[in-house]
């Protein structure tokens, strides 16, 4: 008999402990089972598995448990590999989260430890089976077809020789059988030879590859040639036979990158990002794990690829939001990805114009290897203008569009070239209020204001997603007076622009236009087809993009991130006015960048328009010294959610009364409703961050602990509100 012991999938933290039951057949850790779980059924994942010579009874008696047996395997061989089990449990006790919340985020839909995903797409397909007997002419050329192909698809063989090859299949010669679907490897049909690399490149290059240490900070400015570095160190690894991750932050960049990539190696290239559907995630997942995929460009969870033989590790764009995961484990993939750099014993790579202040900070220290790219390969940064809003307003400009960034539009038209338009807002109006009451309308299910989408003439809720049409009479005073209208986003600056450029060609990139299946590749390549002159968005248009012929990009409401009460609010803010400065003038053709700002005495933007990302990082940790904030120390954020404010709020103070130490305690702080949810935070704030977890995993695995429901975890927290 074996005695199994598994993870279970239930999202209880409380449940996050093997469970052991009994099985006769085959299995090893690593397979999922569907195991008895109180009265139900319930998808296991399997730790460890100890044959014993002990009958059940003896072995019940000395576990002092009664022991049910496994239902069923459900794999014929294990899920991950033995790095990536380890990797789960790196994460487990890090993120302080469950074990199974580990697996399941690092595996695709498909295999994931879930019941409810549907099985993988499998393929017919057809090989020789028997001599080849006595076979008509058109028989044969069937038979010698498939026997030349060794195996082929059963649909090309149905496409060529419908009509014979039953007849091969009735006399014994060949055979059908199912395989499960492949992913063909891509190659593009350009390829782009080696650029010469710039004294600065190769100076990097020599750096990065002749240290013996293992993380570096590639800084340099946008459009300094980072991406030209990742690729020869690259090709360096490459070449000794080992596989290559380049990690990018977006979605919208993955194209980009993916064709740099591809042009230049002929080698085989997985992809992966949020924007596959699983069985196209699960085809990349089995490249990677047979080796055929040299090299990977994917987001975030691209990191727990199963990778055999890793040799470099890129991160583009390493200070972005994005890497963060919000989702419980909260996991940051630059962590995910020291780990596995450091398991396979080859380097990590972080790039970026705008490092993150951490990030930063440990080149200071001497922790991570400073690599820098000062100069931008034209040798030309971006003019910069700022236009104070407030001013332009009194003078009777648009609130939208200033004279001055018309002025520049209707140039950048005149000479052929294109234009980007930055505003991180979509949809019409960001804010409808009552004319009788002033009362703004708010979600039913958030406490987050509804936001007016003239396309789909709906109200929608940006946090949760909840339209409605605009009501007859107001919710709160009933009255029929009316509504106004206030703020605007993407939709509001796209008509304004066509009414004022009606011969221009505009294009709008943001999470409305972008929710079908490849539109960011759609729009982004009608772009660079130079198919339309003004590309509008939101922050997804700011990062990474490369486009020659944009010689203008302006930024509407550049300082509204600033009045966020986040203590990162100035870094994020800073970061992305850097990133969309950096779209314009990247080829020969001279850059301009047009600033509109309601306090352009802000030094985030007074930064950014010097592109002095130096002088923003002595500004901004002096702030951050001052308040006793990252990198000076560590956070942890505990956030419980609840029916009601009273009850997230009374969980709270359960956990605040139980965390005590070296660290502060702060809050409890009521947030913000979302989705019916009321939650409650509490802060803990520290220099010793393994004391901090130490002591909340203690009250985890307290009986108090896992009284507690819904309660979210995020060590090294990169959002707070
Ligand atoms: P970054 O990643 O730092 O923003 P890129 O690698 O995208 O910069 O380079 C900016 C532009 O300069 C790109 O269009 C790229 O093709 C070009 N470029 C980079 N390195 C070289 C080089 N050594 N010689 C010629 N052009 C280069
Ligand atoms: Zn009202
Ligand atoms: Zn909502």
């Excluded at 060529?160 to 499960?180: D, H, P, R, S, T």
């Excluded at 809720?461 to 206030?486: Q, R």
């Excluded at 990062?543 to 009460?565: A, Q």
């Excluded at 306090?599 to 923003?616: E, I, M």
């Amino acid at each position: 008999m074996k005695l199994v012991q598994c993870w279970v999938e239930h999202p209880s933290r409380s449940l996050d402990q093997v469970f052991t039951y009994t099985y006769d057949g085959e299995i090893e850790p690593g397979v999922r089972v569907s195991v008895p779980f109180g009265t139900r059924e319930i998808i296991g994942f399997v730790e460890h598995v100890e044959e014993t010579d002990e009958t059940q009874v003896q072995a019940e008696e000395r576990l002092g448990m009664k022991l049910k047996p496994v239902n069923y395997v459900l794999d014929a061989a294990p899920l991950i590999t033995p790095e990536l089990h380890e990797m789960a449990m790196w994460m487990r006790k890090t993120t302080l989260s469950t074990a199974i919340s580990c697996f399941q985020c690092m595996l695709p839909g498909k295999v994931k430890p879930s019941s409810s995903a549907a099985p993988a797409a499998k393929e017919k397909w057809v090989r020789i089976t028997g001599e080849e007997g006595s076979l008509t002419v058109k028989q044969l050329q069937a038979y010698s077809f498939i026997r030349e192909k060794g195996d082929v698809l059963y649909s090309e063989v149905r496409k060529q020789y419908a009509g014979v090859i039953g007849k091969l299949l009735e006399k014994g010669m060949v055979e059908i059988y199912e395989k499960e679907k492949e992913a063909d490897l891509r190659f593009s049909d350009i390829t782009d030879g080696e650029k010469q690399l710039t004294e600065d490149q190769q100076k990097a290059v020599d750096e990065i590859s002749g240290s013996g240490d293992r993380v570096f900070l590639l800084k340099g400015v946008t459009g300094s040639g980072k991406t030209e570095v990742y690729l020869h160190l690259a090709a360096m690894a490459l070449r000794q036979g080992k596989q290559v991750l380049i990690l990018v932050p977006e979605i919208s960049l993955t194209p980009q990158m993916i064709e740099r990539v591809s042009s230049r190696f002929r080698t085989g290239l997985a992809i992966y990002h949020s924007g596959l559907s699983s069985q196209e995630k699960y085809e990349q997942y089995r490249l990677v794990l047979s080796g055929k995929a040299r090299i990977v460009v994917g987001t975030r969870s691209s990191v727990f690829l199963p990778f055999t033989d890793l040799g470099l590790v890129v991160m583009d764009e390493e200070h972005d939001s994005s890497y963060k995961q919000e989702n419980q484990p909260a996991y940051h993939c630059r962590d995910a990805a020291l780990w596995r750099c450091e398991y396979h014993n080859c380097k990590l790579v972080l790039g970026s114009a705008t490092p993150s202040l951490e990030s930063y900070a440990r080149t200071i220290r001497k922790v991570y290897h400073l690599v820098e790219l000062p100069h931008r390969i034209n040798r030309t940064l971006p003019q910069i203008t700022v236009v104070n809003m407030k001013q332009a307003m009194e003078e009777g400009q648009s609130g939208i569009l200033s004279d001055a960034l018309c002025t520049r539009l209707s140039q950048t038209l005149k000479n052929g070239r294109q234009a980007i338009l930055l505003l991180n807002r979509r949809g019409y109006h960001s804010l409808i209020k009552c004319r009788s009451c002033q009362s703004v309308i708010k979600c039913p299910h958030c406490d987050i204001s509804m936001s007016w989408h003239r396309e789909d003439r709906m109200l929608k809720c940006h946090t949760c997603g909840t339209m409605m049409p605009l009501p007859k009479a107001c919710p709160d005073c009933h009255s029929t007076a009316g509504f106004s209208a206030y703020g605007f986003g993407t939709e509001k600056l796209e008509h304004e622009l066509s009414a004022q450029f009606p011969d221009a060609r505009i294009m709008r990139m943001d999470a409305d236009t972008t929710s079908r299946k490849n539109s960011h590749e759609k729009i982004l390549g009608a772009f660079g087809r130079k198919e339309a002159d003004i590309l509008v968005g939101t922050q997804m248009i700011a990062k990474g993009l490369d486009y020659p012929n944009v010689s203008l990009v302006g930024i509407i409401n550049g300082d509204e991130g600033l009045n966020r009460t986040d203590f990162r609010s100035c870094e994020v803010s800073f970061d992305l006015l850097m990133q969309a400065s950096g779209r314009s003038g990247r080829s020969d053709i001279p850059g301009e960048v047009v600033l509109q700002v309601t306090d352009p005495s802000h030094y985030a933007v007074q930064c950014a328009c010097a592109q002095d990302y130096d002088g923003f990082f002595a500004r901004e940790m002096y702030f951050r010294h001052a308040g006793m904030y990252p990198p000076y120390t560590y956070l942890i954020a505990l956030t419980v959610s609840a029916a009601t404010q009273e009850a997230s709020d009374r969980a709270a103070m359960r956990i605040r009364d139980h965390l005590q130490g070296s660290y502060r305690t702060i809050g409890i702080l009521s947030l913000l409703k979302i989705n019916d949810r009321c939650r409650s935070r509490i802060l803990l704030k520290g220099r010793d961050l393994d004391e901090m977890r130490n002591d909340v995993r203690k009250f985890l695995d307290s009986e108090e602990g896992k009284s507690i429901r819904d309660l979210r975890i995020d060590v090294n927290p990169m959002v707070l509100d």
